[in-house]
């Protein structure tokens, strides 16, 4: 039997738990502001579709004024080839005969197609795609992926060119705070491209707790980021939103009550991100100041109530919780269910979920 799937015009209270819902209206506000502020400063924005792997969220943002999407794996961006999208950069290194086949059937699909490499190795390997748009990775303080040094970020955009791909510019997801070294990374990259007569087109930073402060990387020509559209626990807690921004929550049911400082929700690692991101619980619950989310397993979320006071939820009793991570949570439900003024407004289809590879 199918999920029941609730109908637009249900109440939120009638809705099945676990179940992540989200605030038409509020979403529309943190596109609207984003895209204002990207405007305000001259810089290309470009939407990370990892967090919601909507189409339709997508096309809303694309409508705003972003120049295209931001995808993580090959994965996504043929499922969002799929649906129209026609400018689309990949920002991960894509391995492996497999991968590559598909690349090149992706780029006789997309018009304006975008890949990034941090290795020789890689580059070799996109040299079986002809003409491919490639930006080198830079790591500028993440401490994940990217070349280590200007000097590095030189040869391999010299080996790219050789390689016969178009070299389309720099790219770096920083640390949090690293506008200042982001600056002077790519100040002195641009500079060694120049003297070799290599054009840089595009300067692309990134990430959603930077956000408010993507104008202090002067250098950068855009900006990426995802986890805004609908923000969670974490952005609220770097001071990049505030609650009023939240676009998702988690609705879900308390199920037992077995002792009076214990309540078990139905939401556990099926629902909820075991994303801690430097929280010591799994989640906020609304209403409820004081109750830790301190335990998920498969199909269960152990709160414990021992510091909270007042009333205690009862077997039955319906929470929401805002996430650590909003963008796991979205990989976990085939569909997403909008809502407006406590009505369900719109269900729709995750349509990249599980696009892992």
Request: charge should be negative; proline fraction near 5%.
């Amino acid at each position: 039997m199918a999920f029941p799937w609730p109908e637009v015009g249900t109440a939120l209270a009638d809705v099945m738990t676990p179940m992540p819902v989200i605030d038409e209206d509020r979403l529309a506000a943190n596109i609207a502001r984003a895209q204002a502020y990207m405007n305000q400063h001259g810089l290309a924005f470009r939407p990370h579709i990892k967090t919601h792997k909507i189409p339709a969220v997508a096309r809303a943002q694309m409508a705003a004024g972003a120049v295209g999407i931001n995808c993580q794996k090959l994965s996504e961006a043929e499922a969002f080839a799929e649906a129209g999208f026609e400018d689309i950069l990949i920002t991960f290194n894509l391995l492996g005969l497999e991968r590559l086949s598909r690349l090149r059937a992706l780029k006789d699909r997309v018009a304006r197609l975008t890949v990034v490499a941090d290795s020789a190795v890689t580059v070799d390997g996109l040299a079986a795609v002809p003409g491919l748009a490639v930006m080198v990775e830079c790591d500028t303080g993440g401490g994940r992926c990217g070349v280590q040094t200007p000097e590095e970020a030189l040869a391999l955009a010299e080996r790219i060119v050789a390689a016969g791909l178009r070299f389309q510019g720099l790219l770096t997801y920083p640390a949090v705070g690293g506008a200042e070294r982001v600056e002077e990374f790519l100040r002195a990259t641009i500079s060694l491209l120049t003297a070799r007569g290599i054009d840089c087109p595009v300067r692309s930073n990134g990430g959603s707790p930077d956000l408010w402060r993507a104008h202090l990387v002067p250098s950068a020509t855009e900006h990426r980021a995802g986890t805004y559209v609908y923000n969670d626990r974490s952005m609220v807690r770097a001071g990049e939103c505030g609650p009023d921004d939240l676009a998702m929550h988690i609705l879900a049911t308390v199920v037992s009550r077995p002792t009076p400082t214990r309540a078990v929700l139905d939401a556990g690692s099926k629902a909820l991100t075991s994303d801690l991101l430097g929280f010591s619980d799994f989640g906020e619950i609304l209403g409820l100041p004081g109750a830790r989310i301190v335990s998920l397993s498969e199909e269960h979320g152990v709160v414990d109530l021992s510091a909270c006071e007042g009333p205690l939820p009862a077997v039955g009793d319906r929470v929401r919780i805002i996430p650590n991570h909003t963008c796991v949570v979205s990989n976990l439900f085939d569909r997403m269910v909008f809502h407006r003024n406590g009505l369900v407004s719109l269900v729709e289809e995750v349509a990249a979920r599980g696009t892992v590879w």
